[in-house]
Nanobody, 115 residues
Framework: VQLQASGGGLVQAGGSLRLSCAASGSIDYIIMGWYRQAPGKQRELVASVTSGGWKNYVEPVKGRFTISRDNAKNTVYLQMNSLKPEDAAVYYC???????????WGQGTLVTVSS
């Protein structure tokens, strides 16, 4: 499965963005996640969603970000509201089967938040 993240951009603090992750094949039975990597920091998981719709978020984004998936369209979304400068990063999507990622890490999509 190849994954393509899009939707990043420049936004003011407090603004919103919606990221999309389009898969080249089926994402059924795959736990899909959004990750981010800020300059000088390690890549971290931001949010994940199982094929059954169970969602998990890291604490800093709870209540502001919403992950969703459309299996029929093989697409995963990340709605980001009330953005903060510390949310600025390159955002990536990937999926997991067990302990393995299903796709190489792509270029991601850059989110820049101005204060």
């Amino acid at each position: 499965v190849q994954l393509q993240a899009s939707g990043g951009g420049l936004v003011q603090a407090g603004g919103s963005l919606r990221l999309s992750c389009a898969a080249s094949g089926s994402i059924d039975y795959i736990i899909m996640g959004w990750y981010r990597q800020a300059p000088g920091k390690q890549r971290e998981l931001v949010a994940s969603v199982t094929s059954g719709g169970w969602k998990n978020y890291v604490e800093p984004v709870k209540g502001r970000f919403t992950i969703s998936r459309d299996n029929a369209k093989n697409t995963v979304y990340l709605q980001m509201n009330s953005l903060k400068p510390e949310d600025a990063a390159v955002y990536y999507c990937n999926g997991r089967r067990g302990f393995s990622f299903v796709s190489p890490w792509g270029q991601g999509t850059l989110v820049t938040v101005s204060s």
